[in-house]
Structure formats: C-alpha cells, structure tokens
C-alpha cells in the first residue's frame, strides 16, 4: 500500500528529478563535445586512448540540475601509470584553455573543470581486464555497462528518486567528507530491491543482510561478512572481491535508515529538498549559547591545501584525536564535528558539558598490600595537591587531589600550542595550528560567525543539531 | 628479625597495656562483688542460675585502663528467652541501684552500668550445650573457656598488644559502627600465628586463608569458603558452623593490613596510641572548605533513638541508599560517611566533586529503527527543556536535554522532604528527617561545628581524611 501521501511527494520529486527534453540536449551536447575535444588532443599528442562518456549521464540517472559529466580515458596498460598525471593535464590545457580547470589528486588524479555550472571531469583509466585492475578507476567503465544492461525507463525513476532522498537527507556521497553512498551503491539497491519505496522500507535490513546481485556468496554469506568487516555489505557484481559500500559510514546508514522510517510515515517534499538553513542573527545565536550555558568549543586554523578526500580524512582525525584527549582530562563531550569551506579556513568543534571542571578529582592508587603502595603514599601525603587523604576504600589507597586541568581551554592550548601531533593531530592540520591557531569558546565565535556565513550556517545547523528532514516528521 | 625501632615501641606499649597487681585487685574485686550481688539477687528472686564472671576479664586480657567487666548470668533451658529481658530489669534495679544503668538490646537484651568509670554489663545466656545454641549469647562461656585453657603469660602479652593496636588504628570492635575485629577474633588470631608481630606480617594473608584452628575444613577449604562466603573466615573452635569474623568488613581488614605493613616499616607509638584530633578552628575549617572548592553536604537531624547497633545499621544504609541517589541523578560522589554522637544528632556526610551540574546533559535515547523511536522524538522534538537535536548517533537518536536537578541540595530536599523511605532511608532516620531535617553545604556547617565538639572532632577528621596513624608513617 502506498500512501495518497508519498505519492504526491514522489510525483513532484520525479517531475523536478527528470530532465527535460532541452536539458538532456544539452548536457549530452557537452559532453559529447568535451569528449571530441578530450580525443582530439590526445591524437595531437600521439596517445592511443579510448575516450568515453561514463557515470551517471552515460547511465541516463542524473538528476536535472545536478549533472557531472565523467570523461574517461581509458589507455592500454603498457602506458605507465605515472605518465597519467601528465597526460590528464595536457589534455586539461587544451580541452579547457576558455574556462580554468583545477588538478585534483586523491589516490587518482584527474582533473575538474565547470562549463555553463556543470562539473566535467576528465579522469584516466587503464583497459584492464576484469578483475585484472591497475588502477582505480578501471572498474568505471565495467559499471556503466552493468547498470545500463539492467535499466528500463521505470528504474530510472526509482533511481532517481532514491538519489534525491539520499542528498536530501545528506547521506549521498562516498567522498570522506560524507562517507555516505555513492551513486553506483544507490543504483545497485534499486537492482536490488526493485524500487526507491521498497529500499526505504527494506532500510533497516542493510546491516544486517548482504546484498550480492550476481550471487557470488550463496550460501556463504556468514563468509562474505568476516571477509568484508563493514557496516553494509553490497558484493560489486563485477569484482566479488569489492564491497561497494565499503566508504559508507555506520553514521550514514542509520541516517537513512532513521528517514526512510519517517518519510513513510509523514512523507514531505523536506526530505528531498531541505530548507535551506538561515544562520541564527548573531544576537539570537548569543542569547540560545548562553541559556543552555553553552560549553562550545571551537579550534581554529588558516587554510589548508590539500584536495578534499585529503584535508577532510586529516580534519576527522585530528577531531577524533583531540576529543580522546578531552575525554582523557575528564571533560564530558556531547559531540563533535569539523568544518571546512575548502578554501579560507578549517575548524573543530567540541561542545561539552562544560569547559570547566571542579578543581578537587579522586585519585585511584594501588591495592594497600602492593608494593606500590608505598611510593604512592610518599607522594601524596601532605603534599600541596593533596586535599583529603589517603584514605583506604575498596582495598587500595585513594587520595583528593587537585585536578590538572580545570580549563578546557587551557587544556587545549598546552595539547595544540606545538600543533598537537605528538596527540594524533594529523600532518597538514597540525602545520595550520602551528601557523594560526585560535580557540574560541562559547560567545567568543561571534567575530568568525560574522564573517563567513558558511561557517554560520554550518555552526547554527550545529547548535539546531536535528536533521532537517526531522522538522517535517 | 625485629627491629630495634619496633621492640622499643613493643616495650613501651606492653608497660602501659598490661594491669598493674592495684588496677588488676581493683577489678577483680568489682567484678566479684557484681557477681555476687546478681547471684544474691537472683536466690531472692527464686531463679536458678549460674553466674560467672566471662570476657577479657575472665581471661585476663584486658587493656590496662579499659577493662569492661561482664557478668552472665547461664539460666537452664527450660527458662522461656522472653523473661531474659525482665529478669535482667528487675537485677538491675537490686544491683546498680546506687549507680544508675541502662537497657541495652540489639537481638539479645542485657544492661549497662558504669562504676568508678568501669563499664559493667550483666547478660542472661542458657546453659546450652555445646552446639545447641538456644541464644546469641551462649557461645560466650565455651569461649572464655577455650582461651583460657591456651594462654601463658606470654600470650596475654601478644594479645594485649594486638587490641591495642587495633584500638589504635581503628579497627577494634565487632559492633555494627565498626564493623571490626572482636576481642574474641584478636585472641584466636594470636593463637594462630603465635605472636603480635607474626599477625601484622601475616595480615595481608587475612583475606586469602582460611583460619581453622580446630582443623574442621582440612583439605576442604573451598568448600569452607563457599560456605561461609565472607572476606575473613575464622571457623570458631568450638562451633564449626560460625566464622568469627563474619561481622568484619573488608573496609577494616584492608585498613589493618595497611596499618600493619606501616607499623613494621615504621613502627611508632602512635599506631597504639593515635594523637588526640582538634578539631580546626572554625576560620581555618572555612579556609580549608574554600580553597578546595569543597562540595560537602552535611544532611542532619536530631536525636534517634535506638541502641547503638540498629543506630548505625540505619545510619549505614541511609546513607548508602542517598549516596544511590545522588550518583543516579549524575552527581560525583567521592566518598560518604555517617555520624553521631548517638544522644543528641546525626549525620550523614556527602563529598561531591560539586554540588552543582552543568544545566546540559546528552540523553540516550532508543536505536533508529525500534518501535520506541516515534515516542522519543514526539517526546523531544522541539520541547521546551531540548537544547540540541535530537540527532543520531552510534545507531541512536540522542538529545541534549536540560538536565532535572543541576543542584544536588535541591535534589535532597525533594527525595527526603517526606524522610525518603521510598528511595531506601531507614525507618528511624526517615522518621528523623520528617521531625528535623538540616541539609548543609560547605560553610553553612559553621554552626552545627561550632556548637558540637564531637562532630567538630569528626568533621575534622572527615576533611583531613587520611588514618591518623598515617602521619606517622
């Protein structure tokens, strides 16, 4: 039973989702023209490549508004495979020598350029043979072919559906940052489960079953989930030894899971197309961070270059480092996150139950009967932080003792002043903090919060700290 | 190998402990009167009884300055246990007429007189036989007997030494208060390892073997230990179904087995004979309270009245069930105690690492995908007391909600405004609460501490917090 409800939503979804005549035209225009060019030049430089449209324009289930056009090149594998970055920026100067284009480099390079607000990226490959892969992105083309086979003109639909939500919801993208699911993933649950309703409704079983389209792990599915060890196990089915979900976070799972529980149940348009967040007026934002005695702390640096798989994997870390270190001084932290416009500034950001702790903290020593106890004692009695004690409880010996850190702050500025590595900080962060580092607690965001209306939106989105599809269920 | 340092403390202890012939006629000559005097009252009353003089003074063991004198007055079986108490009454009346007496019961009823400052106490027993224990008190005279049958001169010394160090250290006595080692328990444990010196070096074995000088358990030790199920076991020679120390409490044995490893490591008087405590003068208490940043909570009430044992068994559990309490509702409690002075108040002491809480707290709430899900975010969604969220974590929603009582008097107020039986405050203290409940923080405990000396001492100690043994060590 589908509700008259949810299909309405998916009516208007799919009406917004689905290109016209025009712009199908139009994107396929360019991207037949970026491949021409992309060919043209590599006959200019004497390279042998087979040149294709591939993704999700290749596939026909990109979403209007939405489209990136994936040129591959793909060479024969006795082309060595340092010579890609080279030949991807030759070919980048001339294909777009009118636009500006910029390198990106993850494990893979390839480059990135923006014509008339679409993204083109020309990305190298190898002809590999299947399940012979030299690099990355062989399997690319494999995939294209897989989908396309499979798809009628109803499967583009629930396709497309099930991607909207996805980015609706913000669990769409297998890049760090997201750690959500990729569009291939997503075309393979509709495969899988015949249509974007029934995925929602089958959400809840992702953790649990394997999704093996080709049938690779019959009846050794116990097998399969010791061999892959990740949340969401969905078998390539063109490589069985891949997890396509292998990027997706337990995070992102449960996210969808949680929404396609409450879009079946109060279906609106707000999963597909959140509202755009409004920061908080700066006085509004105050007075909310001072009625709940707010402990927000946030670590500020300059920019970091690095491409985004990059900088966001080191953000992640360092954040993770950071609160372990909290935790460890006996600060309760409530979350984390971290921030980055990409471009003029990264930051971590803490909240807490608060950024101070009482200065008294008891102190666990050895059992009495120890040979411990003994050098626990001639450092605790009568010295000038001890408070109360020795005592004895439980067998072993226990002081009052004066706590290290009361201050959250003060903490953080002795972990970060040398940049933090030696706690886990990662590489490139810990140089920014040795270049610019600022914490800030509390009402002290205001100057930044001002200024850069990202990171306003992020820290509002913050400290709302709901889904946006939530408001609506 | 003893050291010079502890046989001139051992020397010095043996002088002051051990009765002079004056103080030991003195005594003596008491106890018999006493005795004869029950005996005669007893003919008048036409009860048939034997009357013996039984304790440390039957056995010669008493501290010199500290001898209780105990009369038992060993009716026949036939002699119903309810007319123990008014027998005791109306020989009471004969005996102590001159001095005045009290009526002491706990299980078993006796009385209590005090004459030339030696307390007297007059308790009824049956004539059982061996191992048909008709009353608590039975045991008493197989007791006496079996010690006085092992003791020479020299093991007189070893005890004496022993109760005085256990006095010294705080560990002597097998009432409820205490929670220690009876006078009964010190002899059999000089028995067993032969010497004072040979018990402290042994002590940290207390809790490991198993004391078994009749050899009822050889080779069934584990089967003994089950059985018995307690921290110390000392099968009673001459009842192989009763553990001697079943009333000690593991907080006394590991402060024994400390104090010993103290004494032989630095042996001094003060183990026998700890300092006096003054009490702080009030302006270097509130000092002390501030600079800690102290978060003591000092909840009293007037008189209870009850004999000492159910006194502290209520006490004990009062404070054990609040101290529950308070941990529930996330306050850190670093430690508790219980005081009276048994007349005119009592006391139940709390330090907290603060008795303010941050007003925020992150509240757990059930996984994505269970039933529970819908009622949690209906529950939070958009509530008044919701700060952030809810959001998903680890699988479930989560809110940062403000929290139920950020102030740990305000929460005692509300849980023992009606005495706090529903949460687990004994009868007696409930009903204490109800009539004259006080709670106090920190310098608010001025004037209690001014006006009551035995508290001052107490809350003294409670603040300094370590044994006064301890400073010397």
């Not at 989702?17 to 225009?29: H, W």
């Not at 996805?166 to 569009?183: D, R």
């Not at 953790?207 to 399969?224: P, Q, S």
């Not at 940049?419 to 009402?443: C, D, H, P, W, Y």
Request: charged share 25%; proline share 4%; net charge positive.
């Amino acid at each position: 039973m589908v509700s008259k409800g949810v299909k309405a939503v998916i009516a208007q979804v799919l009406d917004r989702v689905s290109p016209k005549v025009e712009e199908r035209a139009k994107i396929l225009g360019l991207a037949r023209r970026c491949q021409r060019k992309v060919r043209k030049s590599l006959n200019e430089m004497g390279m042998q490549a087979r040149v294709r449209i591939e993704g999700s324009v290749a596939k026909d289930t990109w979403l209007s508004g939405e489209a990136d056009v994936d040129i591959f090149m793909c060479f024969d594998v006795s082309v060595p495979k340092r010579r890609f970055r080279p030949i991807c920026l030759k070919v980048a100067r001339k294909v777009f020598k009118d636009v500006g284009w910029i390198e990106r480099f993850a494990e893979h390079p390839y480059v990135e350029a923006w014509i008339n607000g679409t993204r083109i990226n020309i990305v190298p490959c190898y002809k590999s043979k299947r399940g012979e892969w030299l690099s990355a992105t062989d399997r690319t083309p494999f995939h294209t072919r897989y989908i396309k086979r499979r798809l009628s003109e109803d499967v583009k639909k629930e396709i497309r559906l099930l991607k909207r939500f996805m980015k609706g919801v913000g669990v769409y993208g297998a890049e760090i940052k997201v750690g959500g699911f990729s569009g291939y993933l997503s075309e393979l649950l509709i495969l899988h489960f015949g249509s974007f309703l029934n995925t929602l409704r089958n959400a809840h079983r992702l953790g649990k079953d394997i999704i093996d389209l080709e049938g690779y792990y019959e009846g050794r599915y116990e097998e399969a989930k010791r061999f892959f060890m990740a949340p969401v196990i969905v078998v390539d089915p063109i490589d069985k030894y891949r997890n396509v979900a292998a990027a997706l976070s337990i995070q992102r799972v449960s996210e969808f899971i949680a929404a396609s529980k409450a879009f079946l149940s109060e279906p609106s348009l707000t999963f597909f197309y959140p509202l755009e967040v409004t920061p908080y007026p700066l006085d509004v934002l105050l007075t909310e961070l001072k009625s709940r005695e707010a402990g927000i702390l946030v670590v500020k640096a300059g920019r970091v270059v690095a491409v985004p798989d990059v900088l966001w994997g080191q953000l992640y870390r360092s954040m993770r480092a950071i609160a372990v270190q909290l935790k460890q001084f006996e600060f309760k932290v409530l979350r984390s996150t971290a921030w980055s416009d990409e471009e003029s500034a990264i930051a971590l950001i803490f909240e807490l139950e608060s950024t101070s702790l009482p200065s008294i903290k008891k102190h666990l020593g050895p059992p009495v009967e120890s040979k411990e106890a003994r050098s626990f004692l001639e450092k605790h009695l009568g010295a000038p932080t001890t408070y109360s004690g020795p005592w004895i409880e439980e067998g072993r010996w226990v002081v009052e003792t004066r706590r290290r850190y009361t201050n959250a702050v003060t903490l953080l500025r002795d972990l970060l002043s040398d940049g933090g590595e030696t706690i886990g900080v990662a590489g490139l962060i810990s140089q920014a903090f040795k270049k610019s580092l600022r914490i800030m607690v509390n009402e002290e965001v205001a100057d930044f919060y001002s200024t850069n209306i990202n990171f306003a939106k992020f820290f509002t989105e913050f400290v709302v700290g709901k889904p946006p599809w939530l408001q609506a269920a």
